[in-house]
């Protein structure tokens, strides 16, 4: 079976600091990852994925996030935060053999503050 | 606007009236998708369609719930007899598989509230 826990319920920072958003999976075999942004009453918008290759994968609006392979870990980074950041995000993981399953977390409600 | 489109937006109905969602997927994707998304919870998958063949159900979907995907285009799902622990966000995904590369595109979902 697939899972991810993303820790934390919130995260809040001030604009111009970095942001983590952290996320951490089980899978049997390699993993595909991703991350999501959704804003209120709208659905999700695609970040960033990994499926093979760097370690350290660049996405949309300045995301980036690294896989750690030894940590199960696939953590979302901004060097510089901006207010429009704030939103739930969603990471999410699928195992090569159920191709069409994503298995999402909870979901980090970001909160930048001016 | 070449996204996946939902309809309607918002739904609200009474406990054991039947309802309708619509998906239409971007047009030259082969998979489409039903998640359902709780208050609190990350999106949680549902069935999912290859061309207009439904290929896997989760254990969520009970027997009051039906998906269709006619002719391999737009894909409807029912609910019969809602209950509200039906109450969800019911979105929509496509892709087209190709390889490894095989990433969900989300529609803006359909928000069910059942009295």
């Known amino acids: 079976a697939q899972s991810v826990a993303q820790p934390e319920d919130q995260v809040n920072v001030a604009e111009g600091n970095p942001l983590t958003v952290k996320c951490t999976y089980s899978?049997?075999?390699?993993?595909?990852l991703f991350w999501y942004v959704q804003y209120p009453n709208r659905g999700l918008q695609f970040l960033l994925k990994y499926i093979t290759g760097d370690n350290l994968v660049k996405g949309s609006y300045g995301f980036e996030a690294e896989f750690n392979k030894s940590q199960t870990s696939f953590h979302l980074k901004k060097p510089s935060a901006l207010v429009s950041d704030s939103a739930l995000y969603f990471c999410?993981?699928?195992?090569?053999?159920?191709?069409?399953?994503?298995?999402f977390g909870a979901g980090t409600t970001v909160t930048v503050r001016a | 606007d070449t996204g996946v489109s939902q309809d309607p937006r918002h739904k609200i109905t009474k406990r054991g009236q039947n309802v309708t969602f619509r998906c239409d997927p971007i047009s030259e994707h082969n998979r489409l998708y039903w998640y359902r998304q709780t208050l609190g919870q990350g999106p949680e998958f549902l069935t999912y369609?290859?061309?207009?063949?439904?290929?896997?159900k989760s254990r969520l979907l009970s027997d009051r719930f039906s998906a269709e995907r006619p002719k391999g285009s737009f894909s409807t799902l029912e609910i019969q007899r809602t209950e509200q622990g039906d109450s969800a966000m019911y979105l929509c995904a496509s892709s087209l598989v190709s390889g490894r590369n095989n990433e969900q595109f989300f529609g803006p979902g359909t928000r069910l509230t059942v009295l």
């Open positions: 999410a993981v699928r195992d090569m053999e159920n191709d069409y399953k994503l298995s």
């Open positions: 369609f290859q061309n207009e063949a439904q290929l896997e």
């Open positions: 899978v049997s075999g390699n993993p595909y």
